[in-house]
Structure formats: C-alpha cells, structure tokens
C-alpha cells in the first residue's frame, strides 16, 4: 500500500472525528422564528450564542404572526428601522460566530405578500356569481351577469378583516378570468327556503350594519356575519343543560337536501373555530331531512342546523 493512501483504520478514526465534530457544512440548520415583532436585540445574541453552542449551523430567520402576546416594550414590524436595526445585529453577530443565515423572502407563510408586491402579482382567489338566462326569451348580447365581490379577503364575500383583526393595510385586485355557460340543471342552483326561523334574536355582527334578516342566509352572501345569542338547551347526559342556537329553513313541500354549507367565521381563519360564552368549545351537527309523504297543512323543515349539537327544538304539532 502507498505510503499516502490512509489505512481503514485512520479512515474509519477520521470518519468518526467528523461525525463527533461534523464541520459547518453539514451542521444543522434550524428555522429562527420572531413571532408578532418580539424580538430585541439583546435576545437575538443569547438566541445565536445558545444555538452556537449546542452544534447549530445556521439559522433561518423567519418573521411570523399568530397572535402571540407582547413580551417586549414596542413590537418589531417587518421592514421597520428597528427590524433592519435588528437584521444587522444578527447578521453581524451569525458572521462572529461563524454561523449561516439565511433570511425569508417575505413576512408570513404565503412568501409572495408584501406592500413591494403588486395587486395584480400577488395571491388571489377565485370568486364567482350564478346568474340563470334563459335563451328562449333573453337575447345573449343583453343578459346581464352578476358582479362578482370585489374585496380581499379568505373566501368570496368574507373581507380580510373578518379573520384577522390587525392594522394591515390589503389592497384589493379583480379581473375576469372567465365567463362558463352549460345547460341548467335543477341540482344546479341552491334551494331557497320559503322561510328562514330561530328561536333566538339574530343580529347584524358587523358594527353599525344593524340586524340582517334571518331569509338573506341563503342569498349566497357570506357577510356581514350573524350572532345567534346562545339559549338554554334540553338537559342531556347526567341532567346538565346544554345551550344552543339553531336555525330552522322551511320549503313549501318535501325536499331532498343533498348537503348543508354553513359559514362559520373563526378568529384566526384557519384554526381556531367559533366558541361558546362557557369554557367549553362550540360543537356543530348537521341534519339533513330528505322527502317523505306529509299530511296536509304540516310543514316539513327541509335541513335544521344545531349549534351546538344536541336535541333539536321539538316542533309542535301542526306547525
């Protein structure tokens, strides 16, 4: 053997060494999160010491909100002077401790929003309107479509607000993608109730929009959100009381409910859902009553939404 080829055992000792002390290369990386601005820049060197000292290589520093509370005098936004005040310290002090850093494109999960971004280069969704024509009686030119909303925010008509209450200022953006005709269909269009009922005093969430009535549910609207004030419930398991809120939609004669959408608004979008005045969390049941003979006079609900789960309202006979 060579004298300079290392023997397998001097291989297998520095393969070893490299493992116990692996080099910068192939040192982990870990996701460095400064969450609703708490950030200072006395922590951000403890923060990269620390890391330093356990074998991290570097860090991605990461800008995110979801809520969390303050922990630092004045919050840190992103872009701020003191945002780039405290970039430069962890830049200088990843660069003395010989750690990489790396930094997101954007604040937030989305890495495409941003004021430097575009209203037409950013994110969207997908809105839309049904309008029925019929050929017969209508010439194309003049059938006028329903406008589509307009406004930013998570689902058709729902605004950013609704989801998350901070001081940010979103844009709004549309543009027509595309204009679909086909042959209609009774499954096509949703069922409108003759009558809409609660056994509770609904009204208007939003401030100053006053009380939305109970029959525009099913306009197809998803906002101004209604507050259905909750109501002592029937005694369930052990005798405890549970309450509730329930809406009731009436058709005129048996109907087949193929499926309920209900829009339930949550603080935070995509996790935390709706709760209860009490401790515990709101639960949700959906009954779908599908046809069936009825005697004359007796009304049939076609689809009862309990919030939260638990016995329906009895209805009395006749009603």
Request: with cysteine.
């Amino acid at each position: 053997m060579p004298a300079d080829v290392p023997s397998r055992d001097d291989a297998a000792a520095a393969l070893f060494s490299e493992f116990v002390t692996p080099p910068a290369p192939a040192r982990p990386r870990v996701w460095w999160h400064w969450m609703d601005g708490n950030v200072n820049e006395a922590g951000i060197v403890k923060d990269l010491e620390w890391l330093k000292s356990v074998g991290v290589g570097g860090v991605q520093a990461f800008n995110g909100a979801m809520g969390t509370p303050a922990y630092t005098p004045e919050p840190v936004a992103f872009r701020s002077p003191a945002w780039r005040s405290a970039m430069s310290c962890a830049a200088a002090t990843a660069d003395r401790l010989g750690l990489e850093l790396s930094i997101a494109t954007s604040a937030g999960w989305s890495a495409t929003g941003g004021p430097w971004v575009r209203p037409a280069a950013g994110m969207k969704k997908l809105v839309w309107t049904t309008t029925r024509v019929s050929a017969a009686r209508v010439p194309a030119r003049a059938a006028r479509l329903a406008v589509p909303p307009s406004n930013s925010g998570p689902y058709q008509d729902v605004p950013f607000a609704a989801v998350r209450q901070a001081n940010i200022q979103v844009p709004d953006h549309f543009e027509d993608v595309a204009v679909l005709a086909f042959p209609a269909r009774p499954g096509h269009l949703p069922l409108e109730p003759s009558a809409v009922s609660s056994g509770t005093t609904a009204a208007g969430a939003a401030a100053g929009d006053g009380q939305r009535p109970l029959a525009s549910l099913s306009d197809g609207s998803f906002w101004p959100a209604m507050e259905l004030p909750m109501e002592p419930g029937s005694a369930g398991a052990g005798g405890a009381v549970n309450p509730q809120a329930w809406i009731l939609a009436e058709f005129p004669e048996p109907t087949a409910v193929g499926s309920v959408r209900v829009g339930l608004p949550s603080r935070r979008g995509f996790r935390n859902g709706p709760r209860s005045p009490g401790p515990s969390r709101v639960k949700y049941r959906r009954r779908e009553l599908h046809s069936r003979r009825r005697p004359p006079g007796v009304r049939i609900p076609g689809a009862l939404c309990n919030l939260p789960a638990g016995d329906c309202p009895v209805l009395p006979s006749g009603s």
